[in-house]
């Protein structure tokens, strides 16, 4: 069976300030559908780099990034945006609602991307922002929520399409540690629940810990652990990478 | 979902948008009350009758005709008559009341103007009072004559020897259906004057200052302006027999190139507006980055979001356009009453105002065009990093 993410000698260099940073060097990774990762690692890493890459935000200079069964160096951007809104749901650190939008209008955003009627894409923003716990809330605007109000508006925006592939982007980051554990068990049960393939990027171990696979990446190396620190069967290359 | 971004974009920075969007305001209401005063001149122009033609002294408008010339030109092959006219040039009270006024004979002059309006017992009164004048609808309201009303001329051309006002009795208040009689004019006997002069109760000569030719039906009115040309070729005083419509170009031209020099000022204003919206529209193109980036990442296309700008553009826009242009039509009347000596017959026509809305419309889209291409061109990443 294919995996979901599959990732193939892909390199990715930045220009900065004149020198070439190579962020992600010939990784390979293959990842499944339906666990929940964590991609640990320190900064500058590659971490959000390779997120990036597998949601088809940011292209490698070399190798192969596959999704689904879907190649995405091979994409235009015009391709890319479509396959964006039908297959991943992001989720940012800060939240990246638009200020000017309710809850609910955040939420049914994506959704004009679809035929669905107006009637309908409320009613499916609704039920996503039920999902979050914040069916009481779809007429605040971002500023009138709590970090972690704002953030599970965000994952609501994020699964209202019902992706394949659910990338978030240290969701915990800008959140005291209360409403970080709500946002982690939300995705947690995203994953468990609604069988949702996230993939989450994160400094923090105990996020982490919700994760049931944790796959560390320093300087272009790949290590991968489940949840309890151990080597999964058939584990990708890299035991020896740092946990 | 759209014009709800675009119009909470708009309100969440209100006073930097009201200014903007007032800025356009002016601009629309200045530029349609430019083209209104050039279509105004035009108005004449456009709507002359081919049917009549104007003889006029060939030396120069301001040197009149001899009073003989009447029965030759009424002889020439393809006319049915002609109408005296003479630019009496007096002062109604003072100075800055001025209107034109002109001694017309009554019976030829109602006959050339079927677009004329007034009642038929009025105008019976007009032509059978010696003293008796036709005055236009817009200088009857701005001064408050009514019908049997005596209006005081004072004579600058003509001027009684003790100084007095020549007195003419309100017949009648006329209407115009056509731009080439405004209603902003006093018509009176010219018989009137010419016995006021022959008799000594005025100073000046007896002339006519030009003559309208009226061109037999059927008749071609080219054949007949080369035969009354011709007619008086060798004197004693040389034609210039023009079309209506030519006649009103001299008018227009007198004033010197007003339409280019209107078109020069309105250009100015315009460009110095689109400067200043296409100032706010990239503040605003700046400020959109982060939610482009959002909403390239979750899907939406660049076409989209370079939309989202233009109409975002357009709105800020059209919202001063159409305000200014709602106005403009309100005050048209006033305008046209305070305008009716210089622009006579001032009116904000739909294509005046059809013209604004381009106008807006086109600042709009030309404004949203620069930050548009540049949130077009944004890479996901770089929208929501903000960058450039």
């Excluded at chain 1, 690692?41 to 999704?67: E, Y």
């Excluded at chain 2, 105004?40 to 709507?47: H, P, Q, Y």
Aim: proline share 4%; with cysteine.
């Amino acid at each position: 069976m294919p995996h979901l993410i599959d990732l193939k000698n892909v390199s990715r260099t930045y220009q900065r300030g004149g020198e070439s940073l190579e962020v992600l060097q010939q990784l390979d990774l293959e990842m499944e559908g339906g666990s929940f990762y964590a991609l640990m690692g320190p900064s500058g890493s590659g971490k959000t780099t390779l997120l990036n890459l597998i949601g088809g935000l940011d292209q490698p200079d070399s190798g192969q990034v596959v999704v689904d069964g879907e190649d995405l160096a091979t994409m235009t951007s015009k391709e890319l945006a479509q396959w964006r809104a039908d297959k991943v749901g992001f989720v940012f650190q800060g939240f990246n609602l638009l200020p000017v939008l309710t809850a609910l209008e955040n939420v049914a955003l994506p959704l004009q991307l679809t035929p669905l009627s107006k009637t309908q894409r409320r009613d499916q923003a609704r039920h996503a922002l039920d999902l979050v716990g914040l069916g009481d809330r779809e007429n605040h605007r971002p500023r009138e929520l709590s970090g972690g109000q704002e953030q599970r508006v965000a994952i609501a925006r994020a699964i209202a399409m019902d992706p394949t592939v659910v990338l978030a982007d240290e969701p915990t980051g800008d959140l005291d540690r209360g409403s970080a554990e709500q946002v982690l068990v939300l995705l947690e049960r995203l994953n468990k629940e609604m069988g949702k393939t996230i993939l989450m990027v994160t400094h923090d171990p105990l996020a982490a810990e919700h994760a049931r696979e944790i796959v560390h990446l320093d300087k272009g190396r790949l290590g991968r652990r489940d949840a309890n620190g151990n080597v999964p069967v058939g584990g990708n290359a890299g035991e020896d990478a740092p946990s | 979902m759209t014009l709800k971004i675009v119009l909470r974009n708009l309100l969440a920075h209100p006073l930097r948008n009201f200014l903007t969007s007032g800025a356009v305001f002016f601009a629309v209401f200045l530029l349609s009350f430019l083209q209104a005063v050039v279509s105004t001149l035009d108005a004449g122009v456009r709507s002359a009758s081919t049917q009549r033609l104007w003889v006029q002294s060939a030396v120069s408008l301001f040197v009149d005709l001899p009073l003989a010339y009447e029965s030759k030109i009424a002889t020439v092959e393809g006319v049915e008559w002609a109408c005296k006219w003479q630019w009496f040039g007096g002062i109604y009270k003072e100075e800055s009341n001025f209107f034109a006024q002109f001694g017309v004979d009554p019976e030829t002059f109602r006959k050339s103007y079927p677009e004329i309006i007034v009642d038929d017992e009025h105008y019976k009164n007009f032509e059978g009072n010696r003293t008796g004048c036709l005055v236009g609808k817009d200088i009857a309201l701005k001064y408050g004559f009514r019908v049997g009303d005596t209006v005081p001329i004072i004579g600058r051309i003509f001027p009684r020897p003790d100084g007095s006002p020549w007195e003419f009795k309100v017949e009648g208040i006329y209407e115009s259906k056509t731009a080439v009689v405004d209603q902003g004019t006093l018509y009176f006997h010219f018989d009137y004057l010419k016995e006021a002069i022959e008799s000594g109760d005025t100073d000046g000569e007896i002339g006519v200052g030009v003559y309208l030719a009226k061109v037999r039906d059927g008749a071609d009115p080219g054949q007949v302006q080369s035969a009354i040309n011709a007619m008086f070729e060798n004197g004693p005083q040389r034609v210039n027999a023009t079309t209506e419509a030519e006649f009103g170009r001299q008018f227009v031209s007198m004033l010197g190139n007003i339409p280019l020099l209107l078109r020069s000022i309105g250009g100015a204003v315009l460009v110095a507006i689109f400067f200043a919206v296409l100032n706010t529209m990239l503040t605003i193109g700046q400020e959109r980055t982060r939610d482009v980036g959002i909403m390239k990442a979750i899907g939406f296309q660049d076409g989209a979001v370079f939309r989202l700008m233009i109409i975002e553009s357009l709105v800020l826009s059209l919202s001063g356009g159409l305000v200014a242009l709602g106005v403009a039509k309100l005050l048209e009347p006033g305008m046209r009453m305070a305008l009716t000596q210089q622009f006579p017959g001032f009116a904000m026509s739909t294509n005046t105002l059809l013209v604004g809305l381009a106008i807006a419309a086109g600042i709009g889209v030309l404004a949203g065009l620069l930050p548009g291409m540049r949130i077009r061109n944004l890479t996901p990443l770089q929208g929501l990093r903000g960058q450039d």
